[in-house]
């Protein structure tokens, strides 16, 4: 993404321009449609403000996101109330009400989602799936002391004690909260689908419904890449199953240790790759001097020997976009505030991840938007 050519814009006025535009002005309208009865409440542009601001602002709490927006003259007028800024306890109110309508939110979402394709083609058509560590606001020790008694309560019933894979910036090992799993495109970095669920779950349960949400969204990936920990046979189907080849390297199984992946040999060497054919399911090899009769074979595709198979250069080269995954939840959790969680409860954490993406995603739109608009 080149965003050389866009001229730096103010976040007040990336704001402003987010809740004009028809994806997320028809979610404002949608969610007035729905307006309770009784209580006379803040504008609901301003309220689908405050939620973008608290991400673009990279802002954990309600508290601090009024607090900002009350000091800054331009942020209130992006969120466009002429009178009060709205109370953290109306945002409180108002992300139950999302909750309550998440279809909507989930409508929004798509709509940015295909706009963004319609100003990228190759938007979702390699995806790279993985799973992150997001720590509960709750406290997960056994003991509430050391040596002390056994902790009978824990403060968030939906958190629990999962594992996490070391990174260059700290250690692995055990964590007590949920885990966001997510479908990234590797070409633009940006999310097509993701889901929160509790850390103890494994991540390799989420790959068909990440690719089910992902076709339910338009985007029908060729390839998914995933790292080691996915490597096994469901995975392999399920990905075929949805017509995406699976780009996984191989764990150390009993099978690999026997050699069972490698191409076939002869005399005359190793035999070369000549081509899959996904109706076939099967990938063709090649004797290296075609003197062996036949001089070529099918193989039928399972994990050890993929419809792209591992020794091919485009193999590598789409497990190397499998980074875009990693980046992007580091963007995520850095610069957008999905971490750290300032709620409790499933449901409440899959808002916030469902509301810092939107924000993320938008942005993403304007800026494409703004780069056509700065070409032409
Ligand atoms: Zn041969």
Redesign the pocket.
């Known amino acids: 993404m080149d965003g050389t050519k866009v001229p730096p814009r103010s976040a007040a006025v990336e704001l402003a321009g987010l809740l004009d535009s028809p994806e997320i002005g028809r979610l404002i309208t949608e969610l007035e449609e729905t307006r309770w009865t009784g209580r006379p409440g803040y504008p609901l542009r301003a309220m689908v403000g405050m939620a973008l601001a608290k991400s673009m602002y990279s802002i954990p709490t309600w508290t601090r996101a009024v607090a900002l927006v009350h000091e800054h003259a331009a942020l209130r007028e992006a969120i466009g109330g002429s009178g009060e800024p709205p109370s953290h306890w109306a945002c409180y109110r108002f992300a139950r009400k999302l909750r309550a309508y998440s279809d909507l939110l989930d409508a929004c979402i798509a709509r940015v989602l295909d706009r963004l394709r319609d100003e990228r083609p190759e938007f979702g058509r390699d995806l790279a799936i993985d799973a992150s560590d997001l720590p509960a606001y709750a406290n997960g020790q056994r003991y509430l002391s050391k040596n002390g008694p056994e902790r009978k309560r824990f403060p968030d019933p939906d958190a629990s004690w999962g594992h996490r894979s070391a990174v260059s910036t700290r250690k692995g090992g055990g964590f007590y909260g949920f885990k966001v799993h997510a479908a990234i495109c590797a070409r633009t970095d940006l999310p097509v689908a993701w889901q929160v669920e509790t850390a103890g779950s494994h991540e390799s349960n989420y790959v068909a419904s990440l690719l089910d949400v992902a076709r339910s969204r338009g985007f029908a990936a060729d390839t998914t890449a995933l790292d080691m920990g996915y490597d096994n046979n469901r995975v392999y189907a399920e990905c075929e199953d949805r017509d995406s080849r699976p780009i996984i390297p191989l764990r150390e199984t009993v099978g690999v240790k026997r050699g069972d992946h490698r191409p076939p040999e002869?005399?005359?060497g190793t035999w070369t790759f000549a081509g899959s054919d996904h109706s076939r399911g099967a990938s063709k090899w090649r004797?290296?001097?075609g003197?062996?009769k036949p001089a070529s074979r099918w193989i039928k595709a399972d994990r050890l020997h993929p419809l792209v198979p591992r020794e091919t250069k485009r193999w590598k080269s789409l497990y190397r976009g499998r980074g875009s995954v990693e980046r992007e939840f580091g963007r995520l959790k850095n610069e957008w505030a999905l971490l750290p969680l300032r709620v409790r409860g499933i449901e409440r954490v899959r808002l916030h991840a469902d509301l810092t993406i939107l924000a993320k995603l938008g942005c993403a739109l304007a800026r494409e938007r703004a780069t056509v608009t700065c070409a032409a």
């Open positions: 002869c005399e005359h004797c290296p001097t003197e062996c």
